[in-house]
């Protein structure tokens, strides 16, 4: 009995398709579905170009995609059709062409999805038309990155390196805010003109340096819940409160380099520590009593107040400073895991009084 064509492709809800060796192998993660829409021995699937086989696959892992509708747009829709199914009646030319650059195994359905995301890019436009081969690895790459480093020479050095794409995006944010957003175009071009990964990374950890000197900048008025400490006995009563070592600190506070704050809201109290460094105030910590890890709901309230204000999150400056020179002088092997994939990693809060 053949698929029903009304059916939706991706729909699993009956007894396991037939599958070829040669359809599991070029359908990969899309067998079963591709085995739906065209049934074994799937010639008709398998007699298609290489782009409409990918196109295929990104369709029928859509919900209310039938097996008719992705038949029909895989073998006879246009072109255009086709690209407008795929991506929208704006979709970017030669979208198609691009899909048939992409090999003859199909790709899993999340590298699509990043794929798409990074194509109706203008920067990446004119990066991927003179890329001859198409791969998931690249694709990793260049959406880890911000779009004014879709720059082919940017990509080139860092190879498959998700966690030096994670850096160097790490070092253009931070730069952003040292110079100016007025800096763009400068700053993207200078990366681009760099020789190797590591000359790259050394380029980098160049333009997160303050151009110029300047005085400290006055901590920031975060709004209620936070109430900020701003006297030596608040803080000794702060310190009491939530059994910590803040008083260890005064010199920092006093100095201009940290400030603190209590957050009162849901979940509270915490004891939340800003720092300042040349890329401006960050979020250093945030802890309740007794040191305690904050409920993972609580912390990112914290943070995304803390970020409505204006203070960074992330990484701290000097920790990146000192990353970025170990890749400019000692690159690590490439097959690295990539760097803080987690929101609480990312944050990267320190333990100042633990």
Not at 140 to 163: F, K, M, N, Q, W
Request: hydrophobic letters at 50%; charged letters at 20%.
């Amino acid at each position: 009995m053949g698929t029903p064509m009304t059916l939706p492709a991706a729909l699993d809800i009956r007894s396991a398709p037939a599958i070829t060796p040669l359809l599991a192998f070029l359908a990969a993660s899309h067998a079963a579905a591709m085995a739906r829409v065209w049934p074994a021995p799937h010639e008709d699937f398998l007699a298609l170009p290489a782009a409409r086989r990918h196109a295929a696959a990104i369709l029928a892992g859509r919900s209310g995609q039938t097996a008719a509708h992705v038949q029909w747009m895989a073998a006879r829709a246009r072109d255009g059709e086709l690209a407008a199914e795929l991506y929208g009646e704006a979709a970017p030319g030669g979208l198609v062409k691009a899909l048939g650059r992409m090999g003859e195994v199909l790709w899993r359905a999340e590298e699509y999805a990043r794929f798409l995301a990074v194509f109706g890019e203008p920067e990446a436009a004119v990066l991927i038309r003179h890329m001859k081969v198409l791969r998931p690895e690249a694709f990793a790459i260049i959406s880890a990155l911000p779009p004014a480093l879709h720059l082919a020479p940017v990509v080139a050095h860092l190879g498959t390196d998700e966690a030096a794409a994670a850096d160097l995006a790490s070092a253009w944010s931070i730069a952003i805010r040292v110079r100016g957003e007025g800096a763009t175009r400068d700053l993207a071009q200078r990366l681009s003109r760099a020789k190797s990964a590591g000359g790259l990374f050394e380029m980098a950890r160049d333009v997160i340096l303050p151009p110029a000197f300047s005085p400290v900048a006055p901590p920031p008025d975060l709004p209620a819940p936070f109430q900020p400490v701003r006297q030596l006995e608040t803080l000794n009563a702060v310190a009491l409160e939530f059994r910590n070592c803040l008083r260890d600190f005064v010199g920092d506070i006093s100095g201009g380099r940290m400030a603190v704050y209590v957050w009162r809201g849901d979940g509270g109290p915490a004891a939340v520590a800003l720092r300042q460094d040349p890329a401006g105030w960050r979020l250093a910590e945030a802890r309740g009593r007794d040191n305690v890890d904050l409920e993972d709901a609580v912390l990112l309230a914290i943070a995304q107040a803390a970020q409505s204000a204006g203070v960074r999150t992330g990484e701290s400056w000097g920790g990146l400073l000192r990353r970025l020179e170990d890749r400019a002088y000692d690159p690590p092997a490439p097959a690295v895991a990539p760097l803080l994939n987690a929101w609480r990693m990312r944050l990267a809060l320190g333990n100042l009084w633990d």
